[in-house]
């Protein structure tokens, strides 16, 4: 059965922020700190869904949405990230799975979409080994209330996204400038991840799949050089993150002048990690936006820059729109990694865009409309070229916090008025539903 669905996050959509009981996380911390997100927005109120979620569940039940992927709040259900846990927490998840359940709309959780508790990021966050394991007891805390009704989980949200953005380039929580010292944030992470797929299978979660932002990478010539910093920058964004959980192994990072083990904390992988890493998964949940293109480096420091996909039409995120990319992602993780790839998911596609109300109060986003339709038909194009692709989630259900960006980019298929919370349904909404129909 193909799953079709949309896909959001807790700390863009519930608000709540201090709510029964809930810890800050590291996006509490961030939005509050001047000069982090555009215009000083933060998510303590965001969609209200905390508040709205019944209104939620019934615009998904409208649309006939089959899932929806939804994230847990780490703090919301352990306070402080490990230890005592919040039962009002729980129960706000517990209802809205009985809720999906009862329109027929399967539940998709992901553990951690970037809400780190604040009080894991004082013992240093995910470059602290430590967080892996106390990753998997949360996971374990919430399969053990719910995996009786949800199958499939997801671990992870872009684990890449949130150690370059986050630890990286400090452009995201918890707002480090790490560069390349960011390294044992991948490693952490994706042990947390292999801990968790134990501690939710010990609990009898069914499907457990890691969810990774991917692109395809196109070299900006042919040239000698242009090809081998293409290679390096597919090795950070895409390898580093697919080739251990699927492959048990590290890709080579001599490129960046390192290896795992030559950074902070060495030896950061020990012995075991990668068999826990690569414990066999039933999908592999792929984001995907837009390609990149890649040149050799023009200053020191990484071995490439990026130097922009021109041609294409953008969003207003300025992200070129290249449906086929879609299709090029897919068939290349194919051939990369053959029988290794478990069935795949796409579990966030999705465009941004100006979408204002007409006088009428209709969100006409033919635009959205074009993207969706030409990004479902790259599926179907790789489905045809061999590729087990088993479900496809747009980003997102409504327009929401979108991080340093704060609510000025709006991916919708319901436009949402932040200033009354009032829900409003885009043409977008009515096609998807339309063709859910079909
Ligand atoms: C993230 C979402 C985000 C979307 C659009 C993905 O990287 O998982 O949280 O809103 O992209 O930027």
């Given at each position: 059965m193909f799953l079709w669905g949309t896909a959001t996050a807790s700390y863009q959509i519930e608000g709540a922020a201090g709510e029964d009981g809930k810890g800050a996380s590291i996006w509490d911390t961030f939005t509050h700190e001047p000069g982090r997100v555009r215009d000083g927005?933060?998510?303590?109120?965001?969609?209200d869904h905390y508040h709205r979620w019944r209104e939620d569940v019934a615009l998904l039940a409208g649309l006939g949405a089959g899932a929806y992927r939804f994230s847990i709040a780490w703090p919301r259900v352990v306070p402080d990230g490990k230890g005592e846990t919040e039962p009002r927490g729980l129960d706000f998840y517990d209802r809205l799975v009985d809720a999906l359940l009862a329109e027929g709309i399967t539940p998709v959780p992901t553990l951690f979409h970037w809400d780190l508790p604040q009080a894991l990021q004082d013992l240093g966050g995910w470059m602290n080994r430590d967080i892996s394991h106390h990753f998997a007891d949360y996971a374990a805390v919430v399969a053990d209330r719910l995996a009786d009704r949800v199958e499939m989980w997801i671990t992870l949200n872009e684990p890449f996204v949130h150690m370059a953005f986050g630890y990286g380039m400090g452009v995201h929580a918890p707002g480090q400038a790490l560069l390349l010292d960011a390294l044992p944030v991948a490693h952490h992470q994706l042990l947390g991840h292999g801990l968790a797929t134990r501690a939710l299978r010990a609990a009898g979660a069914r499907q457990v799949l890691i969810t990774n932002n991917c692109t395809p990478v196109w070299p900006a010539s042919g040239s000698e050089a242009d090809l081998a910093a293409a290679d390096a920058y597919d090795t950070l964004h895409n390898r580093l993150f697919n080739d251990p959980v699927l492959l048990g192994a590290y890709p080579d990072l001599s490129a960046y002048g390192t290896t795992m083990n030559t950074v902070a904390d060495s030896p950061l992988v020990r012995d075991g990690d990668l068999a826990i890493i690569s414990a066999p998964l039933d999908g592999l949940g792929i984001n995907y936006y837009n390609p990149t293109r890649i040149g050799a480096p023009t200053e020191p420091g990484l071995p490439w820059a990026d130097v922009g996909v021109t041609g294409f039409p953008t969003t207003a995120f300025g992200w070129p729109v290249v449906p086929d990319g879609l299709r090029e992602l897919l068939t290349g993780l194919k051939e990369r990694y053959g029988d290794r790839l478990p069935p795949v998911y796409v579990t966030e596609n999705g465009c941004s865009q100006d979408d204002v109300p007409g006088p009428d109060g209709v969100v006409d986003d033919q635009g959205r409309i074009a993207f969706l339709d030409g990004h479902v038909q790259a599926v179907e194009r790789a489905a045809e070229q061999g590729v087990d692709v088993r479900g496809y989630f747009v980003w997102s259900l409504l327009d929401n916090f979108e991080w340093a960006e704060g609510y000025h980019q709006r991916f919708g298929l319901v436009h949402v008025d932040f200033e009354t919370g009032r829900r409003t349904p885009k043409a977008s909404y009515a096609w998807l539903r339309d063709r859910l129909k079909g």
């Open positions: 927005h933060t998510g303590d109120v965001a969609c």
